[in-house]
């Protein structure tokens, strides 16, 4: 099917849930500048109150919508939204929301209950809101969607083995739906942070007692990603450059699937593949 409607990256209407905060913040700060329409979905109204003011003072366009994602009535009422200030259109939809802090424990000490709940956080609102705006979408016959997955879907995370799984799910859902929707001039797409610098996972508490020149020895780039680095390849994959991508993964972790079990020496001489840095 040929599609018109992605000729430009202006004027759309982008849809990014956890926008207030961390990288879905700055997804819907990259979008604003970009000239779309961000409809802001978030939890915490203070938080999002703060970016959508934050954007509308730059000039940007800003609707918000306040709600925990993972509930019927926060999904329906996104729904009301859509059709009220944008006519029933997306053209973007960024599923950012996810969490690994339900789960701080190692499996056989965690529950159905907090399985669960990672179920509802990292993937079950994936589909819902997906289910939500693919109507549309298929009509008009274009459409981007970019979830949020981690560099925990391909490396294994102790004590989170429920979160990776659902993650993993994330972009295997990406995979098949990508082949299910490029008929229809729709676009699926997935990003995987590794540790960004955000409220969920401060690089401060992350180095906490430790020597900080230490992170090139496990970061081939030399730092903890920030939320920017994943909000430019969030827009870059919902945008017209990204035209013929469709059903990958992308991670945005400075080398560091590239280097599993590669080691910076402290020494600063090359790497190592020996725990003990020698
Ligand atoms: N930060 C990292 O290092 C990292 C690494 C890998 C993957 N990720 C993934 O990136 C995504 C964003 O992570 P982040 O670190 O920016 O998170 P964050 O916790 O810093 O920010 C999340 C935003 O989403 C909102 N939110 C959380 N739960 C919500 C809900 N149920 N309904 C509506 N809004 C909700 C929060 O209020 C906040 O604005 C998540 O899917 C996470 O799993 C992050």
Not at 59 to 70: H, P, S
Request: glycine fraction near 12%; charged fraction near 20%.
């Amino acid at each position: 099917m040929v599609n018109e409607d992605e000729t430009t990256d202006s004027g759309r209407t982008v849809v990014v849930t956890g926008g207030a905060l961390g990288i879905g913040g700055a997804a819907s700060r990259r979008f604003a500048e970009l000239g779309d329409h961000v409809l802001l979905l978030d939890r915490d109204r203070a938080a999002a109150e703060r970016t959508g003011t934050e954007i509308t003072a730059a000039g940007g366009r800003c609707t918000i919508v306040v709600g925990d994602i993972t509930e019927d009535a926060t999904v329906a009422s996104l729904g009301a939204t859509i059709d009220e200030v944008a006519g029933g259109r997306v053209d973007v939809l960024v599923n950012n929301v996810g969490d690994f802090r339900p789960a701080k424990a190692v499996f056989h000490k965690s529950g159905p209950e907090q399985w669960a709940r990672l179920h509802q956080l990292n993937l079950w609102h994936v589909f819902t809101v997906t289910h939500l705006v693919l109507p549309g979408m298929i009509g008009q016959g274009s459409g981007a969607i970019v979830n949020v997955s981690t560099v925990e879907a391909y490396r294994g995370i102790p004590g989170n083995a429920v979160y990776s799984a659902y993650k993993a799910g994330v972009s295997a859902f990406t995979k098949s739906l990508a082949v299910e929707l490029g008929p229809s001039g729709i676009r699926v797409n997935a990003i995987a942070p590794d540790l960004a610098d955000t409220d969920q996972t401060p690089a401060a508490a992350m180095l906490e007692g430790r020597d900080a020149s230490l992170v090139r020895s496990w970061v081939p780039l030399g730092r903890f990603g920030r939320a920017e680095d994943n909000a430019d390849v969030i827009a870059f994959l919902a945008s017209d450059d990204a035209r013929f991508i469709t059903g990958h993964t992308i991670p945005v972790d400075g080398g560091t699937l590239a280097a599993s079990g590669w080691y910076g020496r402290t020494t600063q001489r090359g790497w190592t593949n020996r725990p003990d840095g020698a």
